[in-house]
Every structure is written in C-alpha cells, then in structure tokens.
C-alpha cells in the first residue's frame, strides 16, 4: 500500500510541475506526464540532461538580453546586422516573432519584463541601463515592441521621457497588432506590416 501511495504522490507531482508551465492545463499535463512515463530509461535521461544542460549554460547576451551559450548571441555578433536599429522587446521568445517574419535586419534588446508597481516590478529591476547606454550610439533608432496593455504602454512611455534630449529616434510598431495580445504569438505577417508601418514617438 505504501509503494503504491508513493508512485500516486510521484505522478501527482509531476503533473503538477508540468502544469506550472505556461500555457500547459491540467489535462495536457497529465497527457505530457503518461507520455514521459511510458518511454523508456534513456529517453527520459536524455530529456533531463538537455534541461540541466540548457538551464546551467544558456544565458543573457551581454549586450542585448537574449538567450545564448556565447557572450553575446549570434544576431549582435551578425555583421550583417544593422546595430544602430534596436528592437526593444519585453522577454528573449518575442524576437522570434521577428525572426519569423525574415524582414527585420537590425538587433534587439531585452528588457526583461514592463514596469508594473502592482507586481513590485520598476525600472530598478529592468534592464534599462544597457538600453541607455546603446542609445548613445550615433544615428539610433529605437523601436518599441512592447505588448499593448497598460503595463506595456507605461514601459514605453517611461522610454520616451528619459530620452528626451537625446539625439534617438524612437518609434513603435503599428497598431495592426491586436491590444492585448502577446508578441510572441502573433503571426509573422502581421508583424510584420507592424514593423513596416511603425510610427514615430516623442
């Protein structure tokens, strides 16, 4: 009886853990776990060392936020890239909706989140001081991809007043992205004609 309680309290928890996942419910946790149970030893192996792995050696690119083994990512270590357009995104998944799209040639930077003071989140834990510093590159442009709630919208304004002065051009991506919806979900050709029609702040 005891075993048999151990192996429902295992199963449980790792149902529950998959279920902390983001957009992972309880019914495709428990689909996620029955399939990790039924495979064999060495599968389940190689799925916890490519997570220890991934966890222990990816990092934030020193220069932009994103996610990389290096120093700094392949998209700013791209010469090819055009370094004085900056993409300012709020998490690493949102460059993939531009990636995606093949029609955005600069780099980008992460912030890390918005400000929200209901969630004890302010500048202080963002990473703005690399994004002042970029912006003192001659002939930047930043554009502000910041998803279209009110957290996002206070995180853009915030930008624009703590560069006025100086010699950037800020604009935003237009509005044929739905308010209130994720970046990272929209679909490449909305982002891009979002990119194409972006209009300027400040």
Request: hydrophobic residues 40%; aromatic residues 4%; proline residues 3%.
């Amino acid at each position: 009886m005891l075993d048999a309680d151990i192996k429902e309290t295992l199963i449980e928890n790792l149902i529950g853990q998959l279920a902390g996942l983001p957009s992972i419910g309880r019914k495709t946790a428990q689909r996620l776990a029955y399939h990790i149970l039924a495979q064999d030893s060495s599968a389940v192996n190689e799925l916890a060392r490519t997570l220890t792995d991934a966890k222990s050696r990816i990092h934030a690119c020193a220069s932009c936020g994103n996610y990389t083994e290096r120093e700094t990512c392949r998209i700013c270590g791209n010469g090819r890239r055009q370094q004085n357009m900056i993409c300012v995104v709020e998490k690493p998944a949102d460059i993939l909706a531009f990636e995606r799209s093949g029609s955005y040639l600069g780099v980008y930077h992460v912030l890390g989140g918005t400000i929200s003071p209901l969630d004890g989140i302010g500048p202080g834990d963002l990473n703005f001081a690399r994004l002042w510093e970029r912006s003192r590159q001659s002939q930047v442009e930043l554009i502000l991809a910041l998803n279209t709630n009110a957290e996002g919208e206070a995180t853009a304004s915030y930008i624009v007043q703590k560069l006025q002065g100086m010699p950037v051009r800020i604009s935003r991506l237009a509005r044929g992205i739905p308010v209130g919806s994720e970046l990272e979900y929209v679909d490449e050709l909305t982002v891009q004609r979002a990119l194409e029609s972006r209009v300027e702040m400040g």
